[in-house]
Nanobody
C-alpha cells in the first residue's frame, strides 16, 4: 500500500527559500519514481521535479537551477529544496509515486500516476 504525505509548505517572501518534505511508504522495493508537482486554482497540475529509481533527477525548465531534490534524503522521505522563490512559484505542491516511469513523460503527464499526497500550500509574496 502506497502512502504519501507532504509537509513544509508555508508563506515566504520573494527570493526566499523553503524545503518541502514528503513522507513515503510502500515505495521502498522496486523501480519506483517519486516526483513533485504543483497546481494553482483553475490550472492543470504541472511537473516540477522527479527522481527516478536510479537516483537521476529531472526538473521542469521553470525551476531548473532553483529547485533541487537532494540526493542525501532520509530513508522514506522525499525532499524538495526550493531557492530564489518568486510569486510564480505560489501553488499547492503535491508529491506522487509512479512504478516504472519515463521521467520526461511523467513530468508532462502527471495525472498518469494513481498515487498522490494531499498537498501542501506554498505562498510567495513580493
Amino acid at each position: 500500500h502506497v502512502h504519501l504525505a507532504e509537509s513544509g509548505g508555508g508563506s515566504v517572501q520573494s527570493g526566499g527559500s523553503l524545503t518541502l518534505s514528503c513522507s513515503t511508504s510502500g515505495t521502498s522495493n522496486g523501480p519506483w519514481c517519486l516526483g513533485w508537482f504543483r497546481q494553482t486554482t483553475g490550472n492543470e497540475r504541472e511537473g516540477v521535479a522527479i527522481i527516478d529509481s536510479r537516483g537521476g533527477n529531472t526538473y521542469a525548465d521553470s525551476v531548473k537551477d532553483r529547485f533541487t531534490i537532494p540526493q542525501a534524503s532520509a530513508k522514506n522521505t522525499l525532499y524538495l529544496q526550493m531557492n530564489s522563490l518568486t510569486d510564480e512559484d505560489t501553488a499547492m505542491y503535491f508529491c506522487a509515486a509512479e512504478y516504472v516511469c519515463v521521467a520526461q513523460y511523467w513530468l508532462l503527464a502527471p495525472l498518469s500516476s494513481p498515487y498522490w499526497g494531499q498537498g501542501t500550500q506554498v505562498t510567495v509574496s513580493a
